[in-house]
């Protein structure tokens, strides 16, 4: 059961990946950005530095034991409460995955560290890897991904450049965009140039159609983005779920149907108690930060819970 678990969290449906088992291998919230629309919350240590933040050898316990239950899924994903790459033995744990199991391994990263060789050879074991970028231009990459002060745009966009040259696997490129932010003509003209230069497998666009972290960050309608998506070209996909709009029948990982009912009333009954944080709903029920803002996101479009801001943090109470 996912609750009794702590690097493992689903298998949860995912557009892109099928039934994804995701693993955690980085501590809240450690990360390299800042993004203003990530969920998980914001980033308490924004770091360059690569160390072992977590050991992997309790995280190939939990996946062996979870493999011996009978697992069913189509990726095994790395991915977590920060940025994963910043775990030196990432690659490590990628091997040790590929020992015990013939499930696919995919890599959610966003991409900053590629510079780096020895990012470039961990992330080469696997066998899809989804790097992000958002902006292609300094002032939006500063705009959107709030980076280490070190971080340059052109760098990263050389770095995705190198891996591609290196890596036989799929890349699939997430480029994420918020109303207003980088939805100008130009700033999609200079992702476009940055997509030619870096010949991903997949392009997919996204944006906010869930809760951020963030207030003020406005999604792009379903038309706008699929006019973006022409403006790229290389047959750019839209990916945002936009499930509202659809029936059960037209959208097979709708949310509705998938959600354990158990955990579903141990967070509503946690916010019953007293509002909480991103943070406290995970510790709370025992499950990860990334599993805990899609039951929050569920509950949040349920009506049967509520935001607010206190300190630049979002807090959840049952209505």
Same mark, same amino acid.
């Given at each position: 059961?996912?609750?009794?678990?702590?690097?493992?969290?689903?298998?949860?449906?995912?557009?892109?990946?099928?039934?994804?088992?995701?693993?955690?291998?980085?501590?809240?919230?450690?990360?390299?950005?800042?993004?203003?629309?990530?969920?998980?919350?914001? &980033? &308490?240590?924004? &770091?360059?530095?690569?160390?072992?933040?977590?050991?992997?050898?309790?995280?190939?316990?939990?996946?062996?034991?979870?493999?011996?239950?009978?697992?069913?899924?189509?990726?095994?994903?790395?991915?977590?409460?920060?940025?994963?790459?910043?775990?030196?033995?990432? #690659?490590?744990?990628?091997?040790?995955?590929?020992?015990?199991?013939?499930?696919?391994?995919?890599?959610?990263?966003?991409?900053?560290?590629?510079?780096?060789?020895?990012?470039?050879?961990?992330?080469?074991?696997?066998?899809?890897?989804?790097?992000?970028?958002?902006?292609?231009?300094?002032?939006?990459?500063?705009?959107?991904?709030?980076?280490?002060?070190?971080?340059?745009?052109?760098?990263?966009?050389?770095?995705?450049?190198?891996?591609?040259?290196?890596?036989?696997?799929?890349?699939?490129?997430?480029?994420?965009?918020?109303?207003?932010?980088?939805?100008?003509?130009?700033?999609?003209?200079?992702?476009?140039?940055?997509?030619?230069?870096?010949?991903?497998?997949?392009?997919?666009?996204?944006?906010?159609?869930?809760?951020?972290?963030?207030? #003020?960050?406005?999604?792009?309608?379903?038309?706008?983005?699929?006019?973006?998506?022409?403006?790229?070209?290389?047959?750019?996909?839209?990916?945002?779920?936009?499930?509202?709009?659809?029936?059960?029948?037209?959208?097979?990982?709708?949310?509705?149907?998938?959600?354990?009912?158990?955990?579903?009333?141990?967070?509503?009954?946690?916010?019953?108690?007293?509002?909480?944080?991103?943070?406290?709903?995970?510790?709370?029920?025992?499950?990860?930060?990334?599993?805990?803002?899609?039951?929050?996101?569920?509950?949040?479009?349920? #009506?049967?819970?509520?935001?607010?801001?206190?300190?630049?943090? &979002?807090?959840?109470?049952?209505?």
């Amino acid at each position: 059961m996912a609750q009794n678990y702590k690097y493992l969290y689903g298998p949860v449906p995912s557009r892109r990946l099928g039934l994804s088992l995701g693993v955690d291998i980085m501590p809240s919230k450690v990360c390299t950005l800042d993004c203003v629309y990530c969920q998980i919350g914001k &980033t &308490t240590n924004k &770091t360059l530095r690569r160390k072992e933040y977590l050991p992997v050898e309790p995280v190939l316990e939990e996946l062996k034991e979870r493999l011996d239950e009978g697992l069913t899924a189509d990726y095994i994903t790395l991915s977590g409460s920060g940025e994963p790459t910043l775990n030196e033995r990432f #690659g490590e744990l990628i091997d040790e995955i590929k020992a015990v199991t013939s499930i696919p391994v995919a890599v959610l990263t966003n991409g900053t560290l590629l510079m780096e060789p020895q990012v470039r050879q961990a992330c080469a074991k696997a066998d899809v890897v989804i790097p992000s970028l958002d902006a292609a231009d300094q002032q939006t990459f500063l705009a959107i991904n709030r980076p280490h002060d070190e971080l340059n745009i052109e760098d990263i966009i050389d770095g995705l450049v190198l891996f591609r040259q290196e890596y036989a696997g799929q890349i699939w490129l997430e480029v994420f965009f918020i109303e207003g932010v980088n939805t100008g003509t130009d700033q999609i003209e200079n992702i476009r140039k940055a997509v030619q230069k870096i010949r991903p497998d997949k392009i997919q666009l996204n944006t906010a159609v869930r809760p951020t972290v963030e207030t #003020g960050v406005e999604k792009v309608s379903s038309r706008k983005l699929e006019k973006i998506a022409q403006m790229i070209g290389f047959d750019a996909e839209v990916i945002a779920d936009f499930s509202d709009d659809l029936t059960c029948a037209e959208n097979p990982f709708d949310r509705r149907n998938v959600f354990d009912p158990h955990i579903m009333q141990t967070v509503l009954s946690i916010l019953k108690r007293r509002p909480c944080s991103l943070e406290d709903v995970s510790t709370a029920a025992s499950i990860s930060p990334n599993l805990a803002i899609k039951y929050i996101a569920e509950l949040l479009d349920q #009506g049967q819970i509520q935001t607010e801001q206190k300190a630049n943090k &979002t807090f959840y109470s049952a209505q």
